[in-house]
C-alpha cells in the first residue's frame, strides 16, 4: 500500500498528471478525434461524428457508413496517447468498438524501500465496446461499456470496468440536436487497497447545423461549389471540479474541383488544462484527414492528428 501510494504522488507530481480534480484514470477524459479536438470538445449532441464514441455513445446512431478511426496525440512532456476504434451500421443501430492506449513518459524513481531507476510513469489500456439505437421521433440512446488496466512506474496495477450511457435527439427542428451523456461509471480504480474514483462525467450539449449552401447562387464569380457550418455548445460536470461549458464551430468548404475543407475552432472555460483550440481537416476518396492544436495556458501545447476510413 505504502508504495502505490508513493508511486501515485511521484506520479501526480509529474507533467503528466496535471488533471484538475480527484479522480483516477484521467487520461479517459483526453479526446479522442482531432475533430472533437479542435471544436473545444463540445461535442455532445454533434451528428454524423465517429467522435461521439466519448462524447455521447446515443450520437453514433446518425453514422450511415462503417467507418475506422485513429488518432495519435502528442501533450506535455513526453506524453503519448493513441485511439483505435471502429463503428459499424446495423440494420437496426450502430455497434462500435475500440481501444486507447496512454503513455506518461519516462521519470526517475527513488523510493525509501531501495527501489530505483528510471521507470514508464504511467502506462494505461482501455478497450472498449458500445452500442447505439434509433427510437421513433429522431431520439436515440446508446451505452459502451469499458475495461481498463493501469499501470504506475512499472510496479502497481489496477483494473477497472465503466460504463457510458447517452440519449440524442435531433429535433423538429432543421439542422439542431441535443444530447446528454452520463459517463465512466463505475467502482473505483483502487491500486492494492486505495482508489480514486473513475472521473464520472455528466455532459448536455447542443448543436446546430447549416446544411450545404451552393455558393455560387449566391455569388456565380466565387470558386465554392458549397459551404457548410456546424456549431456546438456543451456544458460538463466531472466529478470534484468545476462545471466547465466549451463551445466549437466549424466551417465546411468545398471548392470547384476540390473535395470538402474544414476549418474549426473551439474554447474549453474552467480548465487548466485547456483552453483555445483550433485545426483543419480534410475529406475525400472515402477518408478524412483531420488535425487539431489545443494551446494551454498553463501547460502548453497538444496536437492530434486523426485518420479516418469510410466505407
Known sequence: MK???ALSALLFASPAACEPGRTGAAFLQRTLGARAAAMGSAHAAVSYSPDAVQYNPAALATI??????TTYLNAYGSTNFGFLGYAHPLPLGVATAGAVYFNAGRIELNLSNGTRGTVTAEEDLAAYAGYALPLAFGVS?????????MQLAQTATASSQQGDFGIHWKTPLRGVSLGGAYQYLGPNITFESAGDPPPRTMRAGVALRFPDVDARK????????????????????VLHEDLSPRVGLELGLTPQFLNRIALRTGWVFGRAAEGLSFGLGYRGGGFALDYAFGNSPDLGGLQHLSLTFYF
Open 218 to 237: 449566391i455569388d456565380p464569380s466565387v470558386d465554392l461549389e458549397a459551404f457548410d457550418l456546424t456549431a456546438a455548445a456543451d456544458v460538463v460536470q
Open 3 to 5: 508504495a502505490a501510494a
Open 64 to 69: 450511415g457508413e462503417r467507418t475506422l478511426s
Open 141 to 149: 440512446i446508446g451505452a459502451t461499456a469499458r475495461f481498463l488496466r
